[in-house]
């Protein structure tokens, strides 16, 4: 029974902490229907950011995140005043294959300046820590703290786009663009505010998951494919879509875990031999090919 | 008369001419070429370092005259058979990319024209590398790559001197029987029922998937119950599901193959939730990098891992630490597992070279299979270098053998390695049962 | 006949155009007689089995407008049927190959049905989706060698072996690769000419219009990623023997895949010689940045920080390529 609680449980805080990694797409692809591959890079320049912040400044890694913000943001509004504005006017192809240009980009940078050495760290106040719930059922206070965070983070995102003017800008924007422009709304700058939040995002996700996560220049690629994954099972561009994709997407990581639960429960012996862990994230794909095919705008999707 | 003067002269200018050119000729004897092929960029480049390092202290050490070291290649200068002929390293870089790796070795045989090549960390590099190698007929030594099956393809032109993963996993259960014998340094005999239970996990490749399966066969032989082996993907973000199936099974013993950053993961998790297994044990790479140790700090103590060298052989070792000494004076690290297998393997191919007195690749062959070079020559702890030349495993040293370390506090605070077995070269006490995080 | 005809019949290109691949086929035809390196050796080889890759990528991405990102499982399929049957039961190359590509075009098939209802991004990820995960059920199975792959052992068979495709020297495997690489234009001239050529082309225009023109849309997406299927299958089970050491983690990654839409984009999606010059163009950057600056003066990563530059110069300045900047110089010119 302990089993199944924490496979429960640690499903739906990996679900929470996958989906603070995804806000960021899709906010980005809801705005202007682009898909980036660089997005994992983003996430690892976040994490390097909040690592070298609180080694340099001894200050907790906690407090890091608007240095880490403040980096995205920029980075983010470069990037799409630099390079994606030119991507936009053409195919998907080339976005798709530009975005991936700029992964490349940035993963060799960061390869060449900070090696590709795991860096972690080891001080801060949650560093290391978990607490017991009883049952069996463990629970790291980072993931924990970062799975609260992202709560907060969804409601908040949320309510700049439906209640502030500029979100509302930026929802007309993803909406129509054509229409909004023709309103009066810089699409131009609202494109680049998406960009400029939807790194932002990220990178404070970074921040945040370097509490417990080493970090290497290669950690991108993952967790871009992982976002994808629940940016389309959310619908794309949906932000409460993410968010509940993203705690199934947890969960459907755990099968391995509920697999233990029926083999040590019925004690079934063949079942012990079957190599689960190795297929954790084939789940993941196959849910996302099974859900695409049966449901093309994905679960909560609202547009195409 | 002034004629003759001029002849004399000419012919004296001559004399001094070919005087000039005749002893340079002679010094300038024929390099040997060595192309070396390691993962010096990506994922691995940080043990690729390593590996180069050694490798080039060693090529130092055969190049130069280095009269305070008692080891036959660092008093002679180059390869004394060959005329002081010296030995020159070609690097290139397969990051961690068996085709890569291949085409790598076409161009050191047939462009660069190497006399043999070393290499290659990556087991399945190994692979196709030594393929390669294979079908020119150029010889090459291995020194890092553990993969069992390396030995068991019956070529002709590989040579292995590092002990494999079998000998490194027996190591391990001779341990275990050792805690229930009460053999072990510090430990009061250990009733088998409290550590009967083993699970592993492995990453997924050649070497781990090798080493999964040892872990299997062993548990059987050695009477021990394998309740769990499951292997995962190194790149794996998030290895707390896997942890916990580890936890499930509630081993008493739990045994890990895994590179830098998925050691350093597990250990974490492990912590995180609060597993308390009674042992844990590494199978050498991420669990003896220096990387694992800075980024863990204390919270690795009484960590087990298999390697072939320890910064305390060192005591036991003077050869070993003169050695250190060089090779801390030009990286700051201490040797390791990686540098001192790579160190050890550049070694053997100068003696193998010493021993054939000529670089053609026949004369090379017949040399590594008669070689044998005694255990004080090395800086690891192996009875020697010889290799088997007929049987099931060919071209693998037989004299080769393992130590495993456990991580504790040192005087200054550190976190280092204390030798626990083989237990007559045993440096400290076990730390039995594992503190707990 | 006819067909054959079409094959042969590069008419609608300028002379010039022929002329250069006409001296470029000679070149091709007789480098292993010119003095050159090994390297140099590998990397053509290289650059032939991309352009393979290309070409088939190019039936379904180029002229059908249908952003493939998941190729890599065929290379997967075709490399591990030619290594299974040949390790297995010693069946040669010039069978095993074939099966290889019956195996991957059924796969295509099964996957391709559900695949085609999406479009755009959904699609591009989705075939991204399910090339990982045959590449994660390969890891486990243990009837391919699971994640350790298969080895070809080099000294079991002596070389040179034409049946099963065992050579020591890296010139047979060039003719042999060269061979397909000509059959492959050809092909794909035919195929630009074709009735599911024009399909194509019209699906990638305008679904809606080639629908209503009676074209079955599901039906020519799913043949003509059948025969990028078996292009793509095709060399993998070359790799398969010339490599002759597997892995699913070698053969079956996200960056081959990506790779591989990428030289057919940089050339020039959906024309003829697209692909071949996008290859051209790469695979000798490629090899020779990482040799010369990489491994030597120690940039690390320097080959692929270029590399990136330019794929996301091309992607944002001139996403139709290489071939696209050459068509637009002839016509300023022409006017």
Known sequence: MSILLS?????????????????????????????????????????????????????????????????????GVICYYGFIRFLLRGPILAQLLGTFGLMLLLRNLALMIFGSEDRALHKGILVGKSFELGMGVIIPATKAVVAGLSVVAFLAIWLFMNRSRVGKALTATALNAQGA????????????????????????????????????????????????TIVALGGFGSIPGAFFAGIIVGLITEIPGFWDFITYTFNVGWMADVPMTSLKYMWVYLTYFVIMVLRPRGLFGWKH | MRSLVKINVFVLCLLMVTGLFGPTNVMAAKEIKIGVIYPLTGGAAAAGRELRAGAELAA???????????????????????????????????????????DLAKKLILDDKVDGILGCYFSSVTKTVSAVAEQYGVPMINGSSTSPSLTK?????????????????????????????????????????????????????????????????????????????????????????????????????????????????????????????????????????????????????????????LPKLVEIKPLAGKVNAMYKAKTGNDLGGASARAFTGLQTWVYILEKAGSTKPADIQRAANSINIPGNELVVPWAGIKFSTSGEELGQNVLGSGLIGQYQKQADGSMGLEIIYPFDVSSADMIFPLPGF | MEALKQAFNFSDFQRFDLLV????????????????????????????????????????????????????????????????????????????????????????????????????????????ATSLILKDIFEVWDFVGAARGLEISPIKYTSPDFLRLIFKEDMYYYYIILAFFFIGIFYVNWFRKSRLGFQL????????????????????????????????????????????????????????????????????????????????????????????????????????????????????????GIWGIIEKIRQRRGK
């Open chain 1, 7 to 75: 496979s429960i449980v640690a499903g739906l805080l990996f679900g929470m902490v996958l989906a603070f990694i995804s806000l960021g797409l899709t906010i980005i692809f809801g705005v202007m229907d682009i898909v980036n591959f660089a997005h994992g890079e983003f996430l690892m320049i976040g994490m390097y950011t909040g690592l070298f912040t609180a080694q340099a400044t001894g200050i907790d890694p906690l407090l890091t995140l608007p240095v880490a913000a403040l980096v995205g943001f920029s980075l």
């Open chain 1, 181 to 228: 422009r023709y309103m009066g709304i810089p699409t131009e700058r609202m494109n680049a505010l998406a960009w400029g939040i939807g790194v932002a995002t990220v990178t404070i996700a970074g921040a945040l998951i370097v509490n417990f996560w080493p970090v290497n220049p290669f950690v991108g690629i993952l967790f871009t494919m992982i976002a994808f």
């Open chain 2, 60 to 102: 130092k050490l055969a190049n130069g005259v280095f009269a305070d070291i008692p080891m036959t290649m660092a008093q002679n200068e180059g390869i004394k058979s060959l005329g002081g002929a010296k030995i020159k390293l070609i690097f290139k870089d397969h990051e961690g990319n068996p085709t890569l790796g291949a």
């Open chain 2, 153 to 309: 393809r019956g070529f002709k032109w590989f040579w292995r001197t590092t002990p494999h993963d079998k000998w490194f996993t027996k190591d391990l259960f001779e341990l275990l029987k050792g805690i229930t014998e009460g053999k072990v340094r510090g430990v009061k005999g250990v009733s088998k029922k409290e550590i009967k239970n083993i699970a592993s996990a492995c990453e997924k490749t050649e070497w781990g998937s090798h080493v999964s399966g040892l872990i299997k066969d062993m548990s059987k032989e050695y009477g021990f119950n394998l309740k769990k082996s499951l292997l995962y993907t190194a790149k794996s973000t998030d290895l707390s599901s896997e942890v916990r199936s580890l936890k499930a099974a509630k081993p008493d013993v739990m045994l890990f193959a895994s590179y830098a950053s998925d050691a350093i993961l597990m250990v974490n998790t492990l912590k995180a939730q609060k597993a308390h297994p009674k042992i844990i044990w590494g199978q050498d790479a991420g669990f003896e990098k220096p990387e694992f140790r800075n980024t863990l700090g204390s919270s690795i103590e009484g960590i087990l891992t298999r390697t072939v060298f």
């Open chain 3, 21 to 128: 691949a006409g001296s470029t086929a000679i070149f091709l035809l007789l480098f292993p007689l010119l003095p050159h390196s090994s390297f140099a050796m590998s990397t053509l080889i290289q650059f032939l089995m991309f352009s393979l890759y290309g070409m088939g990528w190019n039936t379904i991405g180029g002229y059908g407008g249908q952003v493939d990102l998941g190729k890599a499982q065929y290379v997967g399929i075709g490399a591990f049927t030619t290594a299974v049957m040949l390790i297995r039961w010693d069946i040669p190359f010039w069978v095993s190959m074939p099966t290889g590509m019956f195996l991957a075009i059924c796969w295509s098939f099964i996957i391709g049905y559900p695949l085609f209802r999406l479009t755009g991004h959904y699609f591009a990820i989705a075939t991204i």
């Open chain 3, 201 to 320: 082309r019209s699906i990638k225009d305008n679904e809606d219009v080639a629908r209503s023109l009676g074209i079955n849309v599901h039906w020519a997406k799913i043949k003509t990623y059948a025969v990028a299927t078996a292009f793509v299958s095709m060399v993998g089970s070359f790799h398969a023997c010339y490599i002759k050491n597997i892995e699913p983690e070698d053969t079956m990654n996200l960056d081959l895949s990506i790779l591989i839409a990428l030289m057919a984009m940089l050339g020039g999606a959906g024309s003829l010689w697209g692909p071949i010059i996008g290859a051209a163009v790469l695979i000798p950057l490629k090899s020779y940045l990482k040799e010369y600056l990489g491994a030597q003066v120690g940039f690390v990563g320097i080959d692929l920080i270029l590399y990136a530059l330019i794929i996301m110069l091309i992607s944002a300045f001139e996403p139709r």
